[in-house]
C-alpha cells in the first residue's frame, strides 16, 4: 500500500532562497505585523506564518536547564517558483517599519526553473541588461567656446523641432512665382507629401490594453498639455490597441499617431470614426516589428479584455487578442510597403504622413532603401533591442535584436551617399534614456542621424514610477498584476495610478529634457536646427565602437 | 613706506618720461590746473598703454582735473585712485571700448560724445557721465558708481551688476532708452530708464530683459514688450521709490543737461514702473506649471473630450484614486472562516471517515462520553477493528506523525469498547435485507437499523464477525472484544437469520420481501492454482479457519512454505509457527506486499520471504517445493495464501459479476438498482474497508429509499502544510485520553483558540456565539485588508484566502 499523501518528501526539487532573484529582507526586529505587505504583494510572494524557537537555558551555580518555547509570527517568502519575489519592493513601499524590503540575489538560478509545464520563461518589461548601452558610451565632445558662437542654453532662445515626413528637394518642390512672390503651384500633379513640425522625442507605441486606462490617458493628458499649454509639439502613438472615439472626435488627435499592427485591433472603429474627426492624426504608424520582442508577437490575456478594451479594439469580451509576430497579409518589402502606405494614406487623403516601424535588424537598410524610393513613405522608425513591451518571451526580449546605435548609424549613412539624408526622416528608439539619461540619448542618436527618437520604458519609469529595472525588478506587464497600476485592468490596481499626476510627469519629464537638450546643443552652436547626423560632435572611448559608428574616439 | 613705494614709482615713471609725457601739456601741475591729454601725436595714435601711462603717472604727480582728447583708446579713466581729492576726467573725441573700467571711487569721468561698448565695465565707484550715447554692454559688471547716459543704452546693458553691501549700489541712469537684453543676469543695482524720445516707442526696454536677473531694481517710464517673467515681475513705485526717484532724478538731468524734462519726468509715479527679481523664496514656492494639471483638465481636455475623460464611457467603477491598502469591495484578497471545509488528513484516509478530530475536540471539552459514543455513530466495531486489528490508515496520515508520532486513535477506538449501542432513530418501516454477516455485512446492518429501518441479516456460518470470527489469529485479536462488540451489535436489534445459507430460491425469497438487498457475503472460497501437487496443499483460508474454530494442525518440527506473501501468508505462517512449526518460509513471485502488524509478528516469529519465486510443483514425498527457477525448498507443509474469492453461485443475471466479483458503483449499488454489494465480494479489502463501505453504502440506500440529504459528502483533504504544527511541542510519554486530545492539531475543524482574532492587527475578525451554542470566527470586510495573517497563523488551516471579486 502506498504511503498516505504528503508524507513523500523530495527535497531535490525543493528550491531555496538562493535560487531566486529577489530575497526578501524581513526584520523581524522592526515588524509590527500589520501586514500591508502580505496585502500589497502582487504575486504573493510572502505571506504570514508562523515558527517555534526553542531556547534552554540554565541559571544558577551548577547546570539547572530551564525550556523555554515560543511561537512567533513571521512573514515569510515562499519558495514557490511561480510565486516568486520579483523585487518590486511594492511591500517596502507600504511598510510603515521599513521593516521589508527584496534584495537583488545576483547568484540566482532563475532562468533555470522558470519553465514549468513546459512553458518558458515570459515577462514585460525590456532586456535584462544593466551594462552600459552604446548611446550612454557616446559623449558630446565638440564643445565650442570661442570656435564658433557659444550659446547660453538658460538665456538663449532655443526652438528644438524636427520635420516628421518626408521633405521633398528644393528642386523637386512645384514652386511657382507670382506677383514677386514664391508660392506652391497647387496645380501641379506632383505630390507634395505632408510634414508635421514635431518636437524630436515622441512618446512611442504603447496600446490601451497594455496599459492602463490611467496611464495611457495620462500620457495622452501629458502630450495635450505640451501641446497646448507649453507650445512643445510632441506628439504620441497610439500603440496597437485603437483609440477611444472620445479622442479620435476631439481636436486633440492632432497630436497622436495611430498605429496599425499585425492584430489590426481597433481598426474599425476608427474608421467609423472618420466622418467625425476634426483634425487629422499627426502620422499613422505601420508596425512591422518591435525591437524588444523581435519575431515575437502580442498577447493580450482574456482577463484583461474587459468592457473598456473590447470596445475600443472591437471585439467580444473575455477573448485572448493575439497580435502575431508578423503581418498576416504582406509577403515581401514591396507589397507590405506599398499596399500598407497607400491604403493608409488614402485613408486622410493623404494628408497624413505615413511610415513604418520595424525592429532594429540586419536587414534594416533594405527596407530603408525601399521606402527611398516610395513617394508616399513619411518616415521610418527603428526600434532597437532594448525597447520595453508588455508582454514577450524573456529569450526574445533578452537574446534577440539589434541595437539601434549602429542600425541607425549605417541607415543614416546609406541615405548620405544617396543625398537623400534630409528628405526621408529616420526615427530611432529603443533603450533610449535606459539609464535615466534621456536628453543624452536622444542627443546622440539625433547626432548619429536620427530625425526623431521615440521613449517607451522611460516615460513609464519617469511618469509613473514603474518599478522595472534591467535585474527584472518586477517585469510582471505580461500578468496584469502590476503594482504601480501601468499595465493593468484590473480596477483595484490601476485606480492606484492618478492620470493627472501621470500627465504632470510627463510635462515636467519633457520640460526637463528641453533644457537638457538646449544644454547639450548650446556649447555647440545650435539653437534652432537639430544636429541631425552632426556625428564630428560625438565621440566615445571605445575604438572599435568609434570606427563602426563614423565618430571620434577620445580617451 | 609709503614714501618709498611712490620713489621707486616715480623713478619708474621717470624712466620713461622721455617719451611718455611729450604729448602733455605741462609737467608743472597744480591743484587747480587741467592737464590735457592727447590721443594723438603728429597726427600718430597714441596706443592705449601709452595714453593709460600717460594719465597714472599725471594723476600720481598731483593733477586732478584731467581733459583728454581721445582717439579710440581703450579703458581711458579706469584704475584711477587720487589718494585724495577727486579726479575729475573730461574726455572728448572718439573714446574706445570700457572707458572707465574698472573705475575708482574719487573718479568723476564726463564724456563729452557717445562712448564705445562696455562703459563703465566693472566699475569700483567712477561716476560716469556720457553726453551721447552708450553702445553694448554699458555698466556690465559694474559694482559701484554712476553711469548717466544721456542718450540711449545699446543691447546687453547694465548685465551682471552687482550690489557689495559694503558699499552703495551701483545706478544706472538712461535719459532714453536701452537696447535688447538688458540687465541680463543683474544681481544689484538701481537701473533708470526715463524712456524719452524713444528710438523703438513701443519697447524702452528692448527683447528679453532681465533674463537671469536675480538682484536690483529696474525703474523705466513708458511701454515695454515683455521681460523675463521667470527671473523678475513688474510692480509698480512704493513712496519710498517714489521719493527716491525724484530727489536722485535731478543731479542726473543737471549732470546731461536735460533739467528741463524734470517736470515730465517726476510728474507722476504712476508713469513709472519697476522691475525687480523675484526672489530665491518666491521662485522655490512657485508653481512648476502654469495650468495645473486639474485645472488642465477640466477646463481643457474634459471640455473636450467629454467628462470623466476619454475611457469614462466604459469603466463602471468610480474614478477616484485608491490606495495601496484597502478594505471592503476594493481588498484583492479576502478571508474565509472555512471551518471544517476540508477533511483532516485522518478522516480523509479512513475509509469510514471516522472524524476523530470531532472526537479530540469533545474530549477537550470534557465531553468524554460523547467522545467515545461517537464512534458507534461509524462502526459497529470501533475496538476489534480501529484498536485491534486495522492497520490504522488513520494514524498513517496523521499530521502529528510530521512532529513526533501519530493520534493514539487505536486506544481510543479500543476505549469504546464498553459503550452500550447507541438509540435508534424512529422505525421507519422500511426493510432491508443484509446477506453476509461479517464486518461488511455488519457495518451496513449497524448503519441502517441506526437509521430506523428493520434489517434482516443472513449469514451462513453460526457466528456473526465473517473472516475476523475465522480467520484472523486470535493472537492478534484477542476473541473476547470481539464477542463484546459483537453483543453490542446483538443489542441494536437487527433480526439474525444465522446458518442461513443463500441459495437461488432464498435469494428471490429475500429480494421479493425487502426494499434493498446489500450483498456481503465476502470471499470464502480459496483461490488456488494448479500445479503437480497442488492437491497436497492447504488454503489459507481453510489453515486459520481450522485453528480459529479450534482445529490446531500438528506442525511440531515441521518445515512451513507458505505460498503467497500478503498479509493473509503472514498470518498463516504466524499461525504455523504457534502451532509448533520448526520453519516457515513465505515464497511470492513479487515483492512481499504484507505489511502492518500481520508482518511485524511473522516477521518476529521467524518467518523468511523468499522472492521472485514461481512455483513449478510439490513433491509430498521428497517433500520438496520446486520453483520454474530449478530451485526448490524443504516443505513439510504448504499452505497456499494467494487470496480467496467469492460465492456468487445463488446470484439472479441481474445482478452482474466480473470475473467472479461484483462490481459496484461508487456507491456501491450493482446492476440491479434494489442490490448493493459491499466488503470483500466486490475485491478483495482491510476490514477497514469493508466497514467503510458498509457505511456509506447505507448512507446511500438511506438517501435512496427516504429521499433523505446524503450525508457525509465526501470531502477534499486539507494540505498538511496548512496546519501549523509549530504550535505544538514534540511529546513523548504514556497515553492518556486528555493528553491525547490536546495533541490533535484539529486539521481543518476550529479549535476555538483565538488566535486568529488576537492576530489581526487591524482588529477586524470577532468572536460569534450563537443561541445554539454554536460559534462563528466573522470577519468586518470594512476594515479587513486582505494581508492574510489569519491564514498564515492559524493551527488548524481553517481560515483560507480567496481572490476578492
Known sequence: MEPASGLRLDHNHKLSLREFPYIVRWRDDRCKRCGQCTAVCPVKAIEATVKVQRYVSSEGASPAPKAERKVIQIVEQVTDMERYCTGCGACTLVCPNEAIEPEFNPQNKFLHYKNKG????????????????????????????????????????F?????????????????????????????????????????????????????????????????????????????????????????????????????????????????????????????????????????????????????????????????????????????????????MIQSMSMAWGFRVPVYPKISGSRTARAVLNNLARNPYAAALSIDGEDGGTGAAYNVSMD????????????????????????????????????????????????????????????I?????????????????????????????????LYRRLDSDKVAERVVETFKAADVELRKIFAPMGRSTELPIGMSDGLSTDDKAMAKRLGINYAC | MRAKKT???????????????????????????????????????????????????????????????????????????????????????????????????????????SVSDDVGWLNCGAKITVLGDATNGAWNAAAQGTLYVQGSGGARCDTMTKHNPRFDPPQSWYFRDVGDSFAEFKAGGIAVICGVNPRNPKNIIGYRPCVGMVGGTIYFRGPIQGYSEKDVKLVGLTPQDWEWLKTNMKPFLEAVDRESHYNELTKSSDDWKKIIAYTPQEKRGRKWLGVSLPDFRKNMWDKEVGSGGIFAEYLNHELSLLPYITAGTDRRNRPIWANEKFAPPCAYACPTHIPSHKRASLIRQGKLNEALELVLQYSPLPATVCGEICPNLCMQA??????????????????????????????????IAVIGGGPAGMSVAWQLALKGHTVDLY???????????????????????????????????????????????????????????????????????????????????????????????????????????GNVGMDAASEAYNSGAESVVAVDIQKPSAFGEEMKIAMAKGTQALWPRLTDRYDKKDRKLFFKDGS????????????????????????????????????????????????????????????????????????????????????????????KTEYYDACRGDFTIEKEADKCMSCAACRDCRMCEATCYWQAISRVEHKDGSYEYVVDDNICIGCGFCAGICPCGVWEMVENV
Open chain 2, 7 to 113: 620713489g621707486s614709482k616715480g623713478q619708474r615713471v621717470k624712466g620713461s618720461k622721455s617719451e611718455g609725457f611729450k604729448n602733455t601739456d605741462t609737467l608743472t601741475l597744480g591743484r587747480s590746473d587741467t592737464i590735457i591729454v592727447h590721443g594723438t601725436i603728429k597726427g600718430k595714435r597714441v596706443p592705449s598703454r601709452i595714453l593709460e601711462e600717460q594719465i597714472q603717472h599725471t594723476v600720481q604727480e598731483g593733477a586732478r582735473q584731467l581733459h583728454i582728447i581721445s582717439d579710440g583708446q581703450h579703458g581711458i579713466g579706469g584704475r584711477i585712485w587720487s589718494r585724495e581729492g577727486t579726479v575729475k576726467i573730461a574726455v572728448e573725441g572718439p573714446v574706445g571700448q570700457r572707458l572707465g573700467s574698472m573705475g575708482m571711487p574719487g573718479t568723476e569721468i564726463i564724456v563729452k560724445g
Open chain 1, 159 to 339: 526652438r528644438i523641432r524636427t520635420l516628421l515626413g518626408r521633405i521633398l528637394p528644393p528642386e523637386e518642390l512645384p514652386l511657382k512665382i507670382e506677383n514677386n512672390k514664391l508660392s506652391i503651384n497647387k496645380d501641379s500633379a506632383k505630390f507634395i507629401p505632408p510634414v508635421r513640425e514635431i518636437y524630436p522625442i515622441m512618446i512611442g507605441s504603447m496600446s490601451i490594453g497594455a496599459l492602463s486606462p490611467p496611464m495611457w490617458e495620462g500620457l495622452a493628458m501629458g502630450v495635450s498639455y505640451l501641446n497646448e499649454v507649453e507650445g512643445m509639439p510632441v506628439v504620441m502613438c497610439s500603440g496597437e490597441g485603437g483609440m477611444p472615439p472620445r479622442l479620435l472626435k476631439s481636436k486633440y488627435l492632432k497630436y497622436f499617431i495611430i498605429q496599425i499592427a499585425s492584430g489590426y485591433f481597433g481598426w474599425d472603429e476608427i474608421i467609423h470614426a472618420l466622418p467625425h474627426m476634426v483634425e487629422d492624426p499627426a502620422a499613422i504608424e505601420i508596425k512591422y516589428g518591435q525591437g524588444a520582442k523581435p519575431g515575437d508577437g502580442g498577447l493580450l490575456m482574456a482577463q484583461k479584455v474587459l468592457n473598456l478594451i473590447a470596445s475600443i479594439r472591437g471585439v467580444p469580451q473575455f477573448i485572448d487578442l493575439a497580435s502575431p509576430p508578423t503581418h498576416q497579409t504582406k509577403y515581401s518589402i514591396e507589397e507590405a510597403v506599398a499596399k
Open chain 1, 460 to 492: 513609464m519609469q519617469a511618469a509613473a514610477d514603474c518599478f522595472g529595472d534591467e535585474y527584472n525588478r518586477c517585469n510582471l506587464c505580461n500578468t496584469g498584476k502590476c503594482p504601480r497600476g501601468i499595465t493593468t485592468q484590473d480596477p483595484k
Open chain 1, 399 to 458: 537574446k534577440m535584436g539589434h541595437p539601434i546605435a549602429s542600425n541607425l548609424r549605417e541607415c543614416y549613412l546609406d541615405l548620405v551617399k544617396q543625398g537623400k539624408q534630409n528628405e526621408l526622416p529616420l526615427i530611432a528608439a529603443g533603450g533610449v534614456g535606459k539609464k535615466g539619461n534621456l536628453a543624452a540619448n536622444a542627443a546622440a542618436l539625433i547626432m548619429l542621424g536620427a530625425s526623431a527618437v521615440s521613449i517607451g520604458k522611460y
Open chain 2, 632 to 723: 526448490s525448498i524443504d516443505a513439510d507443509f504448504v499452505v497456499m495464501a494467494i487470496g480467496d474469492i467469492p460465492q456468487l453461485d445463488f446470484l439472479p443475471p441481474s445482478v452482474h459479476t466480473e470475473k467472479g466479483w461484483i462490481p459496484v458503483t461508487e456507491n456501491y449499488q450493482t446492476s440491479d438498482v434494489k442490490v448493493f454489494a459491499i466488503g470483500d465480494v466486490t475485491g478483495l479489502g482491510l476490514v477497514t474497508n469493508a466497514i467503510g463501505q458498509g457505511r456509506l453504502a447505507a448512507d446511500y440506500i438511506n438517501y435512496q429509499i427516504m429521499h433523505a440529504p446524503r450525508w457525509p459528502e465526501i470531502k477534499q483533504p486539507i494540505a498538511y502544510e496548512r496546519i
Open chain 2, 459 to 565: 449469514e451462513s456460518s453460526g457466528k456473526l464477525g465473517g473472516k475476523i470470527e475465522l480467520c484472523i489469529p486470535r493472537e492478534r485479536l484477542p476473541h473476547e472484544i470481539l464477542e463484546k462488540e459483537i453483543s453490542r451489535f446483538k443489542e441494536l436489534g437487527v433480526n439474525l437469520h444465522l446458518n442461513m445459507k443463500v441459495d437461488k430460491n432464498k435469494f428471490k425469497e429475500i429480494y421479493s420481501g425487502h426494499d434493498v438487498v446489500a450483498l456481503a457475503c465476502g470471499a470464502h472460497q480459496p483461490r488456488k492454482i494448479s500445479f503437480p501437487g497442488s492437491e497436497d496443499t492447504v488454503s489459507a483460508y481453510d489453515f486459520l479457519k481450522d485453528i480459529n474454530l479450534g482445529k490446531k494442525p500438528e506442525l511440531k518440527g515441521r518445515r512451513v512454505v507458505v505460498i503467497g506473501a
Open chain 2, 398 to 431: 496523521c499530521t502529528r506523525a510530521r512532529l513526533d508520532k501519530p493520534l493514539a486513535i487505536d486506544k481510543l477506538g479500543e476505549l469504546s469498547l464498553d459503550l452500550p449501542a447507541p438509540e435508534k432513530a424512529a422505525p421507519t418501516g422500511h426493510k
Open chain 1, 118 to 157: 513546459g512553458e518558458g520563461y515570459k515577462r514585460g518589461g525590456r532586456r535584462n541588461d544593466p551594462s552600459i548601452s552604446t548611446l550612454d558610451r557616446l559623449k558630446f565632445t565638440r564643445i565650442s567656446m570661442l570656435t564658433d558662437p557659444a550659446l547660453d542654453a538658460g538665456r538663449h532662445e
